[in-house]
């Protein structure tokens, strides 16, 4: 199975921020990793497919970089909805697995 | 509109079963897989199955080691929906169940869940 680790579990910050997550993965995958947005009581949505692609409709200070084992979702200039739960997810082989999450908080 | 639908949470008994449903509306819901993902209170998310009906009539079904054996993926075509049979259910199974579809870029529509509660 490949195990994932995000990093951090948490962060705080400022509106105008510029904050980084990573996922780091047990083994090298392709780009098969996808980075998605969880507020309380909602589903997940999708910011980024393919490691880098931004989703359709998710504004372009949410960007994700990263081959291999280290991946990273970066948001520059936070905004004030953008505080909320973030994780990464594994599709390129089974089980699929997901990062532990981080929980963005408003400092 | 592009919509998931989960139904059929509830609380049962350890040991119990339930089935829970996932109705896929504005896609053809065949021409991608399914998944059920959970995520227990105050938790991450977790994978627990898929199906997988792109290539082949007999679709491809696979399954989280914590589930496997207890539960089973199906398509019910008539009523185009998505269904997870789970039985000999645990405490450590309760969670809120979403259903999501995927791709070759990965999970790309949530639905918005369904609760199920393992409790004597």
């Known amino acids: 199975d490949i195990q994932m680790t995000q990093s951090p579990s948490s962060l705080s910050a400022s509106v105008g921020d510029r904050v980084t997550i990573t996922c780091r993965t047990s083994?090298?995958?392709?780009?098969?990793l996808g980075w998605y947005q969880q507020k309380p009581g909602k589903a997940p949505k999708r910011l980024i497919y393919?490691?880098?692609n931004l989703q359709s409709g998710v504004p372009s200070r949410f960007s994700g970089s990263g081959s291999g084992t280290e991946f990273t979702l970066t948001i520059t200039n936070l905004q004030p909805e953008d505080f909320a739960t973030y994780f990464c997810?594994?599709?390129?082989?089974?089980?699929?697995?997901f990062g532990q999450g981080t929980k963005l908080e408003i400092k | 509109d592009v919509q998931l639908l989960e139904s059929g949470g509830g609380l049962v008994q350890p040991g119990g079963s339930l089935r829970l449903s996932c109705a896929a509306s504005?896609?053809?819901?065949?021409?991608?897989?399914m998944n059920w993902v959970r995520q227990a209170p105050g938790k991450g998310l977790e994978w627990v199955s898929a199906i997988d009906l792109r290539y082949s009539n007999d679709p491809d079904t696979h399954y989280a080691d914590s589930v496997k054996g207890r539960f089973t993926i199906s398509i019910d075509y008539s009523k185009n929906t998505v269904d997870l049979q789970m039985n000999s259910l645990r405490v450590e199974d309760t969670a809120l169940y979403y259903c999501?579809?995927?791709?070759?870029?990965?999970?790309?529509?949530w639905g918005q869940g369904t609760t199920v509660t393992v409790s004597s």
């Open positions: 997810l594994q599709h390129g082989s089974f089980p699929y697995t």
């Open positions: 999501a579809s995927s791709g070759t870029n990965g999970f790309w529509v």
């Open positions: 504005g896609f053809m819901f065949n021409t991608y897989a």
């Open positions: 393919g490691a880098f």
């Open positions: 083994q090298a995958i392709r780009n098969d």
